[in-house]
Every structure is written in C-alpha cells, then in structure tokens.
C-alpha cells in the first residue's frame, strides 16, 4: 500500500487580514463601528446563538434575537408544514420566504422601542430590521459541519426549535426548506453590497473574521483556477477499511463508507489568510461566481446549483451497500420539487477478486413477486433472494458501470468505488438493506413503493450487458495518450473521460466545469499554458475542480509520477 499523501485540508491562499477569537473580532467591529447605534449579525441556520448571543453583550450593547421577532412556532409549523410532510425522509422544495417567518406586530414594536439606543440585532434576517447604515457581518456554516450539530442535538431550526428531534428530521427541515431560505438571503445581501464581514463558526468557540474585500478575493480567486474543496468522510453499516489506509484516516474507527469529495452544497472551501484556515461553504462559490465556476450554458440549464457530484463508497473488507433504485425525472419533480434527479454511476478504483456489483433485473422475472417478496422481507425479516431477481456482475479495477435512474443497483462489498452522479444526493430509495441495522441500531428506512413506481423493469441482463457495464468507447490513442468515452448513457446529462497518459495532455473545458479524480499515479500537476493560474498538483485519488472560465488547462505526471503511467477520470455536463 502505497504511502498516504491525500490532502484532507486544500486551501486557497489569499490576502488580507484575520481575526481569531471573539476579543480580537469585537475589537475590530469596536473600532470601525463604534459610533454605529445598530449593527446587524447575521446568522445562518445551525450557528451557535447562545454564543454569539454570550460574546456580543460584551459590547454593552442591547442584543435583540430576531428569533424573538418571528412568529409563534405552532405559526411557522403550518406555515412549512406542507413542504415538510409527513415522511421521515423526504418532503417538498419550499418556497417559504425569509419575510413570512416574521410577525409584524413584534417587528413594528421593535422598530419604534430601538431608535434611540445601541444595540445589536443578532439572527437570521438581523440586516432586513437593522438601519440602512447598520454594518452588517455574515456568520457563515457549512452543511456538513450543521449536521454534526444536529447528531449531537445542538442547534435550532429557523424559528423552530427541534433540537431534540432524530437528526433525520432535523436534515429534513435544513434540506426542503431553511438553507434555500438562508441561501437565497444570502446571495440578496451579497450581491447589494451589505456585508462588511465574514464569521467562520464551523468551530464552536473558535470564530474567525475577515473583511469582505477578503471573501471575495478568495472566491474570485478560487473560481478561477484549478481548486478543491473540503473532504469529509464519514462512517456507514456497510463500510470499509480502504481509505483509512489511503487517505490517512483516523484507525481507531470500525470503518468509513462514505467520503464527500466534491459536493459543494455540503462540502467546505478553505481560504488561507495570514497562515490561517478560514472555512467557508463551497455553496458560496456556487452563489456568487456562478458563471466562472459553471460556465454559460450549464448556468443556464441549472441556475446556482452545482449539478455534479463526486464521493467514494468504501466496502472494502465491509458488507453490501442497499439494494436500491433512484427516481425518474417526473417523479422527483412531481413528489418532491426537484428539477433533475440522481443519475449515477460507479468507477471502480479498487477492487477485491470477489468484487461485484448489482446492476439491473434478470430476464424473465415477474415483478409483482419481487416486489410481494421484498414486502415479505420487510415485513417478516426474511432473506430476499437477491440473485433470483438482480444481475449479478463481477467487478475489476478501472472497471465503470453507468447507473441511470430507475435501475435497481448497488456495490457489493469488497469494492472500493468512485460514485459519479448528479447532485440531487439523497433521493435513494432502499428497496433492501440485508436485515441489517443502521449505525443507530435501528433499522433503515425502505422504500418499496416509491421504488416500484420507478423501477425500469426493461433495464435487465441484455440491457445491461449492452449499455451499462464498461460501454466504453475510444475517442483516440496517441503512444503517449488513450482517450476514452466511460460514461454517456443517452438518459444522464454528465459525460465522463478516461485519459491514460505518460506525458502532458491538453484538456479543454468547452463551455463546462470539469470534475476530475486522479484514479491512478500518484500525482500530477494541472499548468495552464498562459500562466493564467499557479501549477497545480493533484494526488492519488483526490477529486479537484476545473472552473469552466480556464478553458485549456494541461496535466502531466509530477514527483513520483514522472515517466509512469496515469489514469485520469473526467465528468463535465454534456452542452
């Protein structure tokens, strides 16, 4: 095995000033807006208020929460409850704006009682009832580090307090309804010019400050050039041992299944400032350098969201992931509010000689007794016989296997395995999970119904075998170069590359941003060949981004990749 040199904290440096603690931050804020009557603090849902609230009466100032100027929560209940139904997994993409969760009396009795002392409004939507010269600081949070807080029950909803309900629901508020509301707010106050300051508070009790101009440098920066964002890793009832090994994980966990490589709804980007991290959603690169970032048409086909998703599923030495299927396009629009679905395929970068994956139906079957026997298995806690109903295919390395929604799928174990897929990340419908339990000791949720209202019941052995296992196609060959189509099934929308190389290769962007993954050497160095960005060097499976405003970028084997052979796994949308 070779020696870890995954970077688990890339970062872009960049210029400006820093602010650690809350005694230097408030000494700043002090000595810029002193003479200021009001200050606004903005929140995102899931930052720690009693903090915030704890540190800023330091200033002597009256604090007014704005979750006291909200509504009644039984208010906001019905005011959401529609989108969040009754599921525990799934609701409806609400439409829910920042202004209905607020109650005007209290709003109105505020405005009149604060004319004439200094205080700081502290909340979500602290800038829409602070004056128009009221400076106002963003405390910004990634998704990821929000859920941990909901698994340890810490934070608060958006003028809802569920704190103490399964983390499930908890990500099903933030999901359908608070982080469109927050991130919609938030791309209002930056694209107006309203924020003075950015707040990390990813670490409690660890904040970090820097100026506006800071941010977007930051940003502006890292939407222009090769980048990577924030990995996270996390463990599953199925996981493996292969990337504790690999990218140098903490051994004393049982496992790790899953590792987040390039979800920027939920990964971080890191910005180093003065040789310090500050931690930023990569959501916010999405928000505000759109265009750069996605490119023209893929901006207008998907507005500011980032339709591309790479993550690893680790079952090395683990068990079987659920048999499962995804749902069609009409079904994700008309049932949850969604615009595209989870389109998917796996790229092997590892596997055992008893890998295989399920993929597809076989020939012949009968579906009402697949589906009568899953419901007995759900039922009764029987065995479903898998390999009566589902393909069963061995599996090697660099092996790919397009997964288009509808088709029932999943890695057995022993594979270690590059998920390539459409963002739209949790909409997997668990048709069986092996009568095992989750890493909670309950049993996971199973879907049977949804999935049989999306099963593709003509995906099966042949279909399979002619469209969805190794459809590779070359695109040329050079003694230095194999170009390769991996992935293209006529339904998905993300094309996907393999380049095989010695030497340096020139890649173009053609109206996309590109997602890759180095799934073999141990690095390369990505060169623009007008100086336009700083080499760039990648590691042995380590996902980056290429912003579609680089155009032409070049790679070559670097360090101890020099004169040895790559492999490289490129996905962009198809324009």
């Known amino acids: 095995m070779r020696k870890p040199n995954y970077d688990k904290y890339p970062a872009t440096p960049v210029n400006g000033s820093i602010y650690q603690g809350w005694d230097s931050i408030i000494a700043e804020l002090e000595s810029r ?34 979750r006291n100027l909200m509504k009644p929560q039984q208010e906001i209940e019905e005011l959401t409850q529609r989108f969040m139904t009754d599921d525990v997994l799934f609701g409806f993409i609400s439409n829910v704006s920042l202004d209905e969760y607020f109650c005007q009396d209290k709003v109105d009795e505020f405005l009149t009682e604060s004319k004439d002392e200094p205080i700081i409004i502290l ?28 698994r ?85 009832p199925w996981g493996g041992q292969w990337m504790k090994k690999v990218c140098d994980l903490d ?28 931690e930023l959603p990569a959501q916010d690169l999405v928000l505000f350098e759109t265009m750069p970032l996605l490119g023209e048409a893929v901006e207008s086909r998907f507005g500011r969201s980032f339709p591309i998703r790479f993550d690893f599923l680790d079952t090395m030495d683990g068990g079987n992931l659920s048999l499962q299927v995804h749902p069609t396009t009409q079904f994700i629009q008309t049932n949850f509010g969604i615009h595209y679905t989870q389109d998917e ?22 579906p009402t007794e697949m589906i009568d026997e899953m419901h007995d298995a759900q039922k009764n806690g029987t065995e479903f016989p898998v390999e009566q109903y589902v393909n069963k295919i061995p599996a090697k390395k660099h092996d790919h296997f397009l997964i288009p929604n509808g088709t029932i799928h999943c890695s057995g174990r022993n594979c270690m395995v590059l998920e390539i897929s459409a963002t739209p990340n949790i909409f997997t419908f668990k048709l069986y999970d092996w009568q095992r339990l989750g890493l909670d ?7 049977i119904e949804r999935g ?31 170009k390769e189509r991996t992935g293209l099934h006529p339904n998905e929308f993300i094309e996907t590359t393999r380049y095989t190389f010695d030497e340096k290769i020139s890649l173009h962007n053609a109206g996309s941003v590109h997602v890759l993954n180095l799934a073999k050497g141990e690095e390369v160095v990505i060169e623009s060949p007008c100086g336009a960005f700083e080499p760039f060097v990648v590691h042995y499976v380590e996902t980056f981004i290429v912003p579609a405003c680089v155009g032409t970028y070049t790679v070559r084997p670097f360090g101890k990749s020099e004169g040895k052979t790559c492999k490289l796994i490129e996905a962009h949308v198809r324009v």
Not at 125 to 146: F, N, Q, S, T
Not at 191 to 216: L, V
Not at 355 to 366: H, P, R
Request: charged letters at 30%; a negative charge.
């Open 123 to 150: 909340g979500t939507g602290a800038a829409k009832l602070a004056a128009k010269d009221a400076p106002v600081v963003y405390a910004d949070m990634a998704r990821w580090e929000i859920q941990q807080r909901f």
């Open 152 to 236: 340890r029950h810490e934070v608060k909803a958006l003028g809802y307090d569920n704190h103490e309900e399964t983390p499930s629901l908890q990500y099903k508020r933030g999901y359908f309804n608070d982080w469109n509301i927050c991130d919609r707010y938030k791309h209002e106050l930056g694209t107006a010019h309203r924020i003075e300051y950015w707040i990390d508070s990813n670490q409690a009790g660890n904040p970090k400050m820097i100026s506006n101009q800071t941010f977007e440098e930051g940003i502006q920066k890292t939407a222009r050039k090769p980048f990577r964002v924030v990995p996270f890793f996390d463990p599953a």
């Open 441 to 447: 000791g309950k049993p996971r949720p199973i879907n």
């Open 251 to 278: 051994r004393s966990e049982d496992n790790y299944g899953w590792c987040f490589d390039c979800v920027p709804e939920e990964n971080s980007l890191l910005l180093d400032v003065e040789g310090v991290r500050f």
């Open 452 to 482: 049989r209202q999306v099963i593709k019941w003509e995906r099966d052995t042949r279909y399979v075998r002619e469209h969805l296992a190794n459809h590779i196609e070359l695109l040329a060959e050079t003694p230095h170069c194999k």
């Open 33 to 66: 807006y002193g003479n200021r009557q009001q200050w606004a603090i903005e929140l995102y849902a899931g930052a720690m208020e009693e903090e915030f609230i704890s540190a800023f009466e330091r200033t002597g100032r009256r604090i007014v929460s704005t």
């Open 345 to 366: 395929s796996y790229y092997l970068l590892d596997a055992d000689e008893d890998a295989v994956i399920y993929l597809g139906l076989k020939e012949g079957i009968n």
